[in-house]
């Protein structure tokens, strides 16, 4: 956008409007502000880090003037489980290395929804005890 544009003027069309392909180049200029941002944001925070006394894993709070800054670190792990228990090592102690996770229920949408369509009593006893929320809705540009 050219200095001399008012903030609704654009130049990739010559109305003032909010035409798609407008409001398409204007997304495309914030997604590419929001980008640059976050490059910023990530390089600050590695100055920060860089100045700052961390161990290896933890968090720790600094003093800077009137704010403060919270740092942490963590570890991230990924593990070849198949590679691990074919490494043909004891497997006790593979297996020391892993936790029991219970079978979980997971709701399924797309079931509700069809119970819905095919048994509406039931559905609308279920429905009591189920909200719906619209999500955030989605844009995305492609180039």
């Given at each position: 956008m050219s200095e001399?544009?008012?903030p609704y003027e654009c130049e990739c069309c010559d109305s003032e409007t909010s035409s798609l392909r407008h409001l398409?180049?204007?997304l495309y200029r914030a997604k590419r502000a929001e980008e640059d941002c976050k490059k910023a944001r990530i390089e600050i925070e590695n100055q920060i880090l860089s100045l700052v006394d961390?161990?290896?894993v933890g968090?720790?709070?600094f003093p800077a003037g009137e704010l403060k800054l919270s740092c942490k670190k963590e570890l991230s792990y990924t593990v070849d489980e198949r590679g691990l228990f074919a490494a043909g090592l004891p497997d006790e102690a593979v297996?020391?290395?892993f936790e029991e996770v219970p079978a979980?229920?997971?709701f399924v949408p797309s079931q509700y929804e069809d119970l819905k369509k095919y048994d509406p009593d039931m559905f609308a006893e279920v429905s009591k005890y189920v909200t719906v929320k619209p999500k955030k809705p989605s844009v995305t540009i492609k180039l």
């Open positions: 001399e544009a008012k398409a180049v204007q961390m161990p290896e968090s720790r709070t297996r020391s290395l979980t229920l997971k």
